[in-house]
């Protein structure tokens, strides 16, 4: 079984902190990818990356920037959080080619107060 | 803008009935198209993913796939409470086919 894991289910910072989210995956997928999800407006890609070192831009990249040093780590930073990134970050990863399968890790909880 | 839409529900049956939801999407060089479940404060889980027209079986859980209408849908038989959840819609992004387009979910009530 495809298992992703986040680095933590639960998280509470202040406005301007510094935030890392980290998502491992064991399965030697080349795709990883950070979603947002928020009531209403669903899931949102916020970067992907399909290899070491290789990273695009989302959908909404404003405020956030990754790191993939090594292929089974993908890394969320929230460079000074700020209270409307208090959302549930998920990553998810894929193999490189068909069928695109997303596997998805049991999210965050971000609280920015 | 490719988009796929879902109605957002809730979509109430009673157990042991059949769950019909309902996707459409506006990319028309999708290939791949995929149905999550996913409940209260956990994560999408992957249940169905579907390439080709016609239907796709497993268990109780069936996708249907129409690319002349673009139109994919999933049918669940026997519906039991536990199948309550929101269920989201994917399709992969045409040209970059590891990006998914979500719709936002149609939550499903089953009522014991």
């Known amino acids: 079984d495809v298992k992703v894991t986040q680095s933590s289910r639960y998280l509470v910072k202040r406005t301007g902190e510094k935030v890392f989210l980290e998502c491992v995956q064991d399965?030697?997928?080349?795709?990883m990818f950070w979603y947002r999800q928020d009531p209403g407006l669903g899931l949102r890609l916020i970067y992907f990356s399909y290899d070491v070192k290789m990273k695009e831009k989302g959908d909404i990249p404003e405020g956030y920037s990754v790191s993939r040093e090594k292929k089974e780590r993908f890394s969320l930073i929230l460079e000074s959080a700020s209270t409307n990134q208090t959302s549930m970050y998920l990553c998810?990863?894929?193999?490189?080619?068909?069928?695109?399968?997303?596997?998805f890790g049991p999210g965050t909880r971000l609280t920015v107060t | 803008q490719k988009e796929v839409e879902q109605n957002s529900g809730p979509l109430s049956v009673p157990e042991g009935a059949i769950a019909s939801l309902n996707c459409t999407y506006s990319d028309r060089v999708s290939q791949s198209f995929f149905w999550y479940r996913q409940y209260s404060g956990k994560s999408p889980e992957l249940i169905m993913s579907?390439?080709?027209?016609g239907d796709k079986e497993d268990g109780r859980f069936t996708a249907q796939l129409n690319k002349a209408s673009q139109y994919v849908s999933l049918l669940i038989r026997d519906s039991q409470p536990s199948d309550s959840a929101t269920y989201l819609c994917?399709?992969?992004?045409?040209?970059?086919?590891?990006?998914?387009?979500f719709g936002k979910g149609t939550l499903l009530t089953v009522n014991p």
């Open positions: 399965m030697d997928h080349e795709n």
């Open positions: 998810a990863s894929s193999e490189l080619g068909p069928p695109y399968e997303q596997y």
């Open positions: 994917a399709s992969s992004s045409g040209g970059s086919n590891y990006k998914l387009t």
């Open positions: 579907i390439y080709s027209n």
